[in-house]
């Protein structure tokens, strides 16, 4: 296998698509923000503000609730221009990472973003709202394969936006030993468990 293709997008053949862990929200219930600071799903000043449901993927004749896949709202806000009374692409691009990184934990535990590739494919004007929806296309050891699409207006509203991304299982160890102290501390890590990670 060469560099590039052990590095793609592309959903691998023998990738499987497990369902959703017992203990994730149902289908239509919202995902709590991962982190209470989280600037892409928590309540907090400089925001993204995005709201997350577990959605129903059946896929193509699969069963109900088999499938993995979250819905997403975020309000497009004058702070997130770019151009003049345009959205910003990186603020789509964080929308789509958040959208996007909500659909593994509803299978496993934390996983981050390895790789996101974005397609901008219409101008979102301020003032709008994008409505976007991820979906679980594959899982393969610690890498899980998701894609999604973002909206305007609503859920069957004009395209806007595409995005393909692999995100990586990993354990609690990613956070305590590469997170600020303070931070981790304030969502109840302790400064033996940090100091541990950390070696
Ligand atoms: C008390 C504490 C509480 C904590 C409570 C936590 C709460 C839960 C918070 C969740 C938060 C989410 C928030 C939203 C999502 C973000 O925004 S996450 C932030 C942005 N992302 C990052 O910071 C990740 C930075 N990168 C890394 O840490 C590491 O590169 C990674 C991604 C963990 C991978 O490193 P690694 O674990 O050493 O894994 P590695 O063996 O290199 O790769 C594993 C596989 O992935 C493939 N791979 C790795 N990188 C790539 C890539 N860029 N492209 C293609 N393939 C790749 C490898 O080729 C390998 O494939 P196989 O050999 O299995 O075929």
């Known amino acids: 296998m060469t560099q590039a293709s052990a590095r793609s997008l592309d959903v691998p053949a023998d990738a499987t698509i497990p369902s959703r862990h017992p203990k994730a929200p149902g289908v239509g219930e919202r995902i709590p923000p991962h982190n209470p600071a989280c600037?892409?799903?928590?309540?907090?000043?400089?925001?993204?503000?995005?709201?997350?449901?577990?959605?129903?993927?059946?896929?193509?004749?699969?069963?109900?609730?088999?499938?993995?896949?979250?819905?997403?709202?975020?309000?497009?806000t004058d702070d997130m221009q770019g151009g003049p009374g345009l959205i910003h692409g990186g603020y789509l691009m964080a929308a789509f990472d958040e959208c996007l990184g909500s659909v593994a934990p509803l299978v496993t535990r934390s996983c981050v973003t390895a790789r996101l590739?974005?397609?901008?494919?219409?101008?979102?004007?301020?003032?709008?709202?994008?409505?976007?929806?991820?979906?679980l296309d594959g899982v393969l050891r610690r890498k899980y394969f998701v894609s999604a699409e973002a909206r305007l207006d609503s859920e069957d509203g004009p395209l806007v936006g595409t995005a393909r991304a692999l995100f990586v299982q990993v354990d609690l160890q990613h956070f305590?030993?590469?997170?600020?102290?303070?931070?981790?501390?304030?969502?109840?890590?302790?400064?033996?468990?940090?100091?541990?990670?950390r070696g």
């Open 39 to 76: 600037r892409g799903c928590a309540d907090v000043p400089g925001g993204i503000h995005m709201e997350s449901w577990v959605d129903d993927d059946r896929g193509e004749g699969g069963d109900p609730g088999v499938g993995v896949a979250v819905r997403s709202r975020m309000a497009v």
């Open 176 to 197: 305590l030993r590469h997170g600020r102290a303070e931070d981790l501390e304030a969502i109840g890590a302790s400064a033996e468990q940090i100091r541990a990670a």
């Open 117 to 135: 590739e974005t397609d901008f494919r219409a101008p979102v004007p301020v003032g709008t709202t994008l409505w976007l929806r991820a979906r």
